[in-house]
Each structure stands twice: as structure tokens, then as C-alpha cells.
């Protein structure tokens, strides 16, 4: 078996953007897809399918995320693999292009899991990773709701999910490949307006992002403030494992823990060890897109 499965974002995604989140996150399935089939690992395609949604200023990831409070992009990102639950992350980064192949960095070459701010931005510089203005990650769109939203004092993260008006658009993917390895990645600018070096579910283990080989794989999307409450991910890995791995009632179920325990909206995607899919949200819409072997061609939505 191989399976990929990926998400751009759960949120009440207007009309006139459901089209670019439709190909985007087409694109990304296509290029995981691709690699898997030529006989690729998960960790690959996991990285090369999150960085075409970062490059992507559709989504709220790496090029095009949401700004924060002093107007910045303000970066997140983690990457997980199931076969010997490595993982690695970065939160709070202004200068790279790519966070996920930053924290696939840190997978693969530091005792440490997740850096945070000027030292992962060091840590970076020292091993090869490309280093960018910050500015060249703000796009036209952001300036523009920056500019509306810090007008707006009464806004609040929650309210904004609650009332399903504000992007959500934090972009996932999880990937099994022939040798039975899963990996999962996330990546994010987080909410928007958000408090400078407020963190989110995104680049945290077991809330955002989540992988193991004897189970299958988790990303998450959503108010990260209740993500981190319920643990999000393990939550729905955990669901898995008990239930007879059953990924679609793992991934509803979390919603309604979600929901039921800390007030969140948001939207799930899991992958089993078997390559089966599920995916749940209780919000308007969810980017969503998968395919493994047994189908003749990808199922994508938005
Ligand atoms: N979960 C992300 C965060 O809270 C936001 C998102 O999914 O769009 O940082």
C-alpha cells in the first residue's frame, strides 16, 4: 500500500478562494504522490508536498501567512516519522522561506526536538537552510487584513473561529509509503493578529502533528489554543489504536472531544497503517485531498 492524505486549511472559506485552495491543494497531493509512487519515502514526500503549500500564498504557510499583531509573519512547523517517532520543529521564525525543511533538519540532525525563534534561525545558518527578508513572505492580501483586523480591538482568536469568519488556513499532510513508514508534517503562520510569539498546535508534538508506524499518522488545522487543550493529534492516534484503527471514526470522534471539551472548530485528517483515510471538521469548509493505491484518481475538496 501506499496513501497520501492533505489538508489546507478548515475554515468557512469564501467563495472566491475556493478554487485556489482546490488546486493547491491538488498540486501538493500530486507531488507527494509522485514521489511515493516512484518508490519514494513518507518523510519526502511529506516535506516536498507541505513546502508546495508554503510556497503557495493561498494558504496560511510559510509565502502568504497571516501577519501578527506588529504586522510580521511569524512562522511554525513540524514533522514527525512514525517508523522511530523522530520529530523535529520550529516556532517563531521570521526569516524562513521553508520551515518544514527546517524542522526536517532538526529531525534528522539534532538531539533536540523543537527551537524556537533566533536560535532556530541560527540553527538554520549553520546548516545550510535558506535564510529569507522577512518581508519577502508578506503578501498584498495579508497587509491588507492586518490593517482591518488591528482596527478591530475586539477581536478575539476564539470568537473568530467561533464565528467561523477568519482564515484558518494552516496547511497538512501525512504519507505511508511501500516500506510501511508514515510520517506526518505541518506547517503554519498561525492565527491572524496573533500575539507576537504566541505559539499554536501546529509545530507542537502530539496537538498539531503526530506519527507511528503501529498506528498511522494525524494532522490538524483549527483554533490551536483548543487543539493544545485536548492534544489533538495523540488524541485521534490514540482513538485509532483502540478502536480497531478505524482513521473516520478516530478523526470524527476528535472533532467532537474538540468541540465538546474546549469549545474548538477546526478539521482533522488521519491516515491508518493500512492507508485508509479519515477526515473530519465543524467548520464550513475543510481543504482536503487523498489517494492511495487502490483508487484510479485523487479525491479533492474544498
Ligand atoms: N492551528 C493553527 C494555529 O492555531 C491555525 C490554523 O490551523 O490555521 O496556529
Given at each position: 500500500m501506499?496513501?497520501i492524505?492533505?489538508?489546507?486549511g478548515?475554515?468557512?472559506?469564501p467563495d472566491d478562494a475556493?478554487e485556489s485552495?482546490?488546486?493547491?491543494?491538488?498540486?501538493?497531493?500530486?507531488?507527494g504522490?509522485k514521489i511515493?509512487?516512484l518508490?519514494g519515502n513518507a518523510?519526502?514526500?511529506?516535506e516536498?508536498?507541505?513546502q508546495i503549500?508554503?510556497n503557495?500564498?493561498?494558504?496560511?504557510a510559510?509565502y502568504g501567512?497571516?501577519l501578527n499583531?506588529?504586522g510580521?509573519?511569524e512562522?511554525d512547523?513540524?514533522?514527525?516519522d512514525g517508523?522511530?517517532?523522530?520529530?523535529?520543529?520550529v516556532?517563531?521564525v521570521?526569516?524562513?522561506?521553508?520551515p518544514?525543511?527546517?524542522a526536517r533538519?532538526i529531525?534528522d540532525e539534532s538531539?533536540h526536538?523543537?527551537?524556537?525563534?533566533?536560535g532556530?534561525e541560527?540553527?538554520a545558518?549553520?546548516?545550510g537552510?535558506?535564510?529569507?527578508?522577512?518581508?519577502e513572505?508578506v503578501?498584498q492580501?495579508e497587509?491588507d487584513r492586518w490593517?482591518?483586523l488591528?482596527?478591530?480591538?475586539?477581536f478575539?482568536t476564539k470568537?473568530a473561529?467561533?464565528?467561523l469568519?477568519?482564515?484558518s488556513?494552516?496547511?497538512?499532510?501525512v504519507?505511508l509509503d511501500?516500506?510501511?513508514?508514515i510520517?506526518?508534517?505541518?506547517?503554519?503562520?498561525?492565527?491572524?493578529?496573533k500575539y507576537?510569539?504566541?505559539?499554536?498546535d501546529?509545530?507542537?508534538?502530539?496537538?498539531?502533528t503526530?506519527?507511528?508506524?503501529?498506528?498511522g499518522g494525524?494532522?490538524?488545522?483549527?483554533?490551536?489554543e483548543?487543539?493544545?487543550?485536548v492534544v489533538m493529534a495523540?488524541?485521534?492516534i490514540?482513538l485509532?489504536?483502540?478502536?480497531?484503527?478505524?482513521?473516520?471514526?478516530a478523526?470524527?470522534r476528535?472533532?467532537?472531544?474538540?468541540?465538546?471539551?474546549?469549545?474548538?472548530?477546526?478539521?482533522v485528517?488521519?491516515?491508518n497503517?493500512?492507508?485508509g483515510f479519515?477526515i473530519?471538521?465543524n467548520?464550513?469548509?475543510?481543504?482536503?485531498a487523498?489517494?492511495?493505491i487502490?483508487?484510479?484518481?485523487?479525491?479533492?475538496?474544498?
Open positions: 501506499i496513501s492524505i492533505v489538508h489546507g478548515a475554515w468557512d472559506i475556493v485552495h482546490y488546486k493547491g491543494v491538488e498540486h501538493a497531493l500530486d507531488v504522490w511515493l509512487k518508490g518523510v519526502d514526500a511529506v516536498q508536498a507541505v503549500m508554503e503557495n500564498e493561498t494558504f496560511d510559510g501567512s497571516h499583531q506588529l510580521e509573519v512562522l512547523a513540524s514533522i514527525m517508523k522511530t517517532i523522530r520529530c523535529g520543529a516556532a517563531a521570521h526569516h524562513i522561506k521553508n518544514i525543511t527546517l533538519k529531525m538531539e526536538i523543537l527551537l524556537v525563534g533566533n532556530a541560527q540553527y545558518k549553520e546548516h537552510i535558506t535564510i529569507c527578508e522577512s518581508t513572505l503578501t492580501r497587509r490593517e482591518t488591528r482596527t478591530k480591538k475586539e478575539k470568537d473561529f467561533k464565528k469568519v477568519r482564515p488556513d494552516t496547511v497538512g499532510v504519507a511501500q516500506y510501511g513508514n510520517c506526518t508534517g505541518t506547517s503554519t503562520g498561525g492565527t491572524p493578529n507576537p510569539g504566541r505559539v499554536g501546529s509545530p507542537l508534538i502530539g496537538c498539531g503526530y506519527a507511528d508506524n503501529e498506528v494525524v494532522s490538524t488545522t483549527g483554533w490551536g483548543a487543539m493544545i487543550k495523540k488524541t485521534v490514540d485509532m489504536e483502540m478502536n480497531g484503527s478505524n482513521p473516520q471514526k478523526a470524527e476528535g472533532i467532537e472531544i474538540l468541540h465538546r471539551k474546549a469549545d474548538g472548530f477546526g478539521g485528517i488521519a491516515l497503517k493500512q492507508g479519515g473530519a471538521f467548520t464550513p469548509r475543510m481543504a482536503r487523498y489517494m492511495n487502490d483508487m484510479n484518481k485523487p479525491f479533492i475538496a474544498v
